[in-house]
């Protein structure tokens, strides 16, 4: 449960207005202020919703004092950036020593917290290697099996004999996976 108090001084943290919040919450302007007297209860979805806005900013923080810890300046640059995007400041981070170790250190943040469940993993290198091995086999036999048989089928079984050669290339690797997952399981 998150108190009227406590949301207000999260919006002040967060330097979101009235508005903003009303928005997230998908109510009025009116409502939020109610939340915030205490006269009816914070919506639990707003609430997760803050909270985690305001872990990031803890974690964001202590970032911050592991840089200066660490004998990195503040980057000025940074500071003057209102609207930055990821790939920006990728590119900036090439040529800033301080923003370079600024993303090693975010880094390990976010391996902790994909590690603790709290942020999902996001990424082509996210995708488990079983699901990129079934997705391409499936796709090349799909295609291969319409290659392969497309001179000896009828042109409405084209589609059926590509999808029966992708089937069973998933009904293989899922064999495999099971074995692996068995095996590896005793292996432990
Ligand atoms: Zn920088």
Known sequence: M???SELRAARERTGFSLETIAKMARATVQRVTEWELGARPVPARLERELREILRQMDVGDEVERRLIAAGFAKCAWLEQQSNLTLAAFAEHARTCASCAARDRIAEEFIERDVRQGLIPRVGV???SPWITWLVCGALVFFFVGLLARGHNVLAEDYVRVGLLGALAWVGLVTVIW?????FLKRGA
Request: proline letters at 0%; aromatic letters at 0%; hydrophobic letters at 55%.
């Open 2 to 4: 998150m108190t009227g």
């Open 125 to 127: 290198s996210s995708v």
């Open 178 to 182: 099971v074995a692996a997952k068995v």
